[in-house]
């Protein structure tokens, strides 16, 4: 028998994924095109999820935010056909300053039925170092460009004040804008199917099946979560020590009650003068990730989920940070929240819960100027290895959890920095013993073919890593290498800033994922 409400999901899910592959296809910066560092999704007129890409968790837990300071800041019922809405305030829902949320309504006929969100990294905001990811930043005003919910555009186009503004910022304008025009062509192409459903169903229909998505999705949450024993489930994990800086660790209780999770952070450390800090979507996104995984693939996935999760957060935290906090660098802390999230709902649920995950990427932003003396400026997402699970090995050389992101080609690196990729393998070993073993991280050397490349490296888990689960083993750390043309050997930090020379070789070793159970056994 056919199930209407799961037939409608799907149909909007669909579309969220029209917009998804929309923005990977016609995107002009190789971090969207080629590494896939971008999320979409619908929102129902109230601000609640109503339908999820295929895409990087961390940046669809960050988009209920953005969205309900834009409805905060321009009530629903003030919006027309056509209007455009931007943000990417970290302390407005967002997650770091390159990624810019851009909102549309949706209407169908004279009445607003929903919102189109898209987030998407963009290759540079300004900031103290080309791509906006400065490792030596202190303070979110090293960071770059920081735009509160403002209407950037209307009648479907941007406004010539809000173009000005993001040209006079960034080192990369063109690239910029031009991803920023494809987020509005991905929201319009899914505004288009939102529209011929509503008009399929009647609208009033329409929002009467929507209301009744959400509230199945929250009865069948409720129900998983009631299976489970009420805890308290306890989990830890702490990022790679810096030199007076103070530890950076995350601490997590869980607690399962009348079928809510209850996600309490109190004990993490304070933020930092650093940019390892996250803010609320940080946190938010490893529990959503977990209680999917928890729920399974059969999940409707939508707002009504995100009713049952409750979150409590120490302010001006790593887990929470206040303003002025840095927080370009917040993708490792917030997998070590995620790792520590895991490991406290593997005592509730084992059978289902793997190992963790690395718990790191690199990200590494490359510019400067070539032989023409023409600027240059690309990112590279460089992931570890997914953590051994209780039926199967873990995967090698994928971005895990919270990210999705994928690795970056030599053909797209080559074609935008005067770099050559001398080599991209496995890093074998790496991943913790098991009996599933970890996956291998990656190792990726790159040559510089000129003088004056800059490089902004962040990575993690150098000194401390996964700890494996059920007997099973840690994996090997990651490592930073330049190797100059000259001999000289220079091991870096998980965060540095360097300048590479003619001939000069970086060697970037990222960390396998944690083993589960015994080996041998």
């Known amino acids: 028998m056919s199930d209407p409400a799961r037939i409608l999901q799907l149909r909007l899910d669909g579309l969220a994924e029209v917009m998804q592959q929309t923005l990977l296809r016609c995107a002009v910066s190789p971090v969207v095109r080629e590494g896939a560092d971008a999320s979409c999704a619908l929102f129902t007129r109230d601000g609640e999820v109503l339908a999820l890409s295929e895409a990087i968790p961390l940046l669809l837990g960050a988009l209920p935010g953005t969205v309900g300071a834009i409805l905060d800041a321009y009530p629903a019922d003030r919006m027309k056909p056509g209007d455009i809405f931007v943000t990417n305030d970290p302390f407005s829902g967002g997650t770091h300053l390159p990624d810019i949320a851009l909102v549309q309504p949706v209407f169908a006929g004279e009445q607003l039925v929903a919102l189109t969100a898209s987030l998407l990294h963009h290759q540079d905001v300004g900031g103290s170092r080309a791509g906006s990811v400065p490792p030596d930043a202190t303070e979110i005003y090293h960071e770059g460009l920081r735009l509160p919910p403002m209407q950037a555009g209307r009648e479907g186009a941007f406004s010539r004040e809000f173009a000005g503004l993001i040209r006079a910022a960034s080192r990369a304008p063109e690239v910029v804008m031009g991803d920023l025009e494809t987020q509005i062509a991905a929201g319009h192409r899914a505004a288009e199917g939102v529209a011929r459903i509503a008009a399929d169903l009647g609208t009033a229909e329409f929002l009467k099946n929507v209301a009744a998505l959400l509230d199945r999705a929250e009865a069948e949450t409720e129900a998983m979560l009631a299976r489970l024993p009420s805890g ?37 450390s ?17 529990v959503l990730y977990a209680v999917l995984t928890l729920a399974g693939p059969e999940a409707l996935r939508n707002g ?31 997998r070590c929240i995620t790792s520590a999230v895991l490991q406290a709902l593997a005592e509730a649920d084992a059978a289902r819960m793997p190992a963790a995950n690395s718990g790191m990427s690199y990200v590494i932003a490359f510019s400067g100027r070539d032989a023409q003396g023409q600027p240059f400026l690309s990112t590279e997402i460089v992931a570890g290895g997914a953590g051994g699970g209780p039926y199967r090995d873990g995967a090698s050389g994928i971005s895990t959890d919270v990210g999705n992101a994928m690795n970056i080609s030599a053909e797209a690196l080559e074609s935008l920095v005067p770099m050559r990729l001398l080599s991209a393998e496995r890093r074998r070993g790496s991943g913790g013993a098991g009996q599933f073993r970890g996956g291998d991280g990656i190792r990726r050397v790159y040559e510089a073919l000129t003088d004056g490349i800059a490089a902004s490296i962040r990575g993690e888990r150098f000194a401390r890593v996964a700890k494996g689960a059920h007997g099973g083993g840690s994996p090997v750390g990651s490592a930073a290498t330049v190797l100059r043309a000259n001999g000289e050997i220079e091991h870096l930090t998980a965060r540095s800033a360097i300048t590479l020379d003619r001939g000069d070789r970086l ?3 990222s960390s396998g ?9």
């Not at 933020?271 to 938010?284: D, F, I, T, Y």
């Not at 999760?309 to 490792?332: Q, T, W």
Request: hydrophobic share 45%.
């Open 304 to 334: 009504g989920i995100l009713r049952r999760i409750a979150l409590r957060l120490p302010e001006a935290s790593v887990v929470n940070a206040s303003p002025p906090a840095a927080v370009n660098a917040r993708m490792n802390m917030v």
């Open 232 to 268: 308290p489930f306890l989990g830890a994990d702490e990022l790679d020590p810096v030199p007076a800086l103070g530890s950076c660790a995350a601490k997590v209780a869980i607690t399962i009650a009348e079928g809510r999770l209850t996600a309490d952070f109190e004990g993490s």
């Open 507 to 509: 060697v970037i070793e």
């Open 513 to 521: 994922g944690a083993g589960y159970g015994q080996p041998g056994a």
């Open 270 to 286: 304070p933020q930092v003068k650093a940019p390892v800090n996250c803010v609320r979507s940080g946190p938010l996104s490893a």
